[in-house]
């Protein structure tokens, strides 16, 4: 199942932007959805997770300044990012298809296209 990931943008350094992960067609309850993201001549990283009942995990180089969440109602996630820096700038996906959080790439089949967020002065 692909995921539309939406709501990037460009940003100065230390403002914020905030993500959108949307399932058109299928539920998410049962499902934990995590936020993956890419730069330009690098591998693909994890970022954060969030369970089918809310957990949320992150990434050493983002906690403390972003947080998940999750509207089941709505098939929707949402990544909300503060206190961006540069090194934040990537193409940025959201990946589902687990019950548990995964922190690796290859156990995700199906990716969306991501969202582009550029952190720059």
């Known amino acids: 199942v692909q995921l539309q990931a939406s709501g990037g943008g460009s940003v100065q350094p230390g403002g914020s932007l905030s993500l959108s992960c949307t399932a058109p067609r299928i539920t998410l309850d049962y499902y934990a959805i995590s936020w993956f993201r890419q730069a330009p001549g690098k591998e693909r990283e994890w970022v954060s997770c969030?369970?089918?009942?809310?957990?949320?995990y992150f990434a050493d180089a983002v906690k403390g300044r972003f947080s998940m969440s999750r509207d089941n109602a709505k098939r929707t996630a949402y990544l909300q990012m503060s206190k961006l820096k540069p090194e934040d700038t990537a193409d940025y996906y959201c990946v589902t298809g687990t019950r548990r959080c995964s922190t690796s790439p290859s156990d995700f089949g199906s990716w969306g296209q991501g969202t582009l967020v550029t952190v720059s002065s």
């Open positions: 969030v369970t089918h009942d809310s957990n949320t």
